[in-house]
């Protein structure tokens, strides 16, 4: 039996209720689950804990900095960071929007559980798959830096 080795998660959205619920769904589901209630609190978050976090699920909608600014921050500052638009206000086209940006994709309100851990792994994924590229790609470097060959 494989161990499954819990991804990182962070909430962002401000109905409390709704955040304090799904991430109860998610560490039971054996996730790591951080939260915040708006996009400062996220940006804020990240800022302090940027190797915390695999994966934002990010609400469009909310006072003060919304979803969209929020993600345009996060993709400057932390490209490796993968990020769900999440949406209850009927329009998918914002959350398209917010996919041209670079988000990875998107949900309507109220979510589907598995849809969600779905997407949650899909997104972690990408963010590996990345991560793998990259490391390979600075290897390549090094070798070539050093003189040596690389096959």
Known sequence: ???????????VDDEKDFVEMLAMRLIESGEKVYEAYDGLGCLEFLEKNPDKVDVVILDIRMPGMDG????????????????????????AKT?????????????LKPADFEDL??????????RDEQRERIRKAEAKLLVRKSGGFYS
């Open 1 to 11: 039996m494989a161990v499954k080795i819990p991804i990182r998660v962070l909430i």
């Open 68 to 91: 969209m600014e929020t993600l345009k921050e996060i993709r400057k500052k932390w490209p490796l960071i993968e990020v769900i638009m999440l949406t209850g206000h009927g329009t």
């Open 95 to 107: 959350a398209v929007e917010g996919m041209k940006l670079g988000a990875f994709d998107y949900l």
């Open 117 to 126: 851990m779905e997407k949650i792994e899909g997104a972690r994924k990408r």
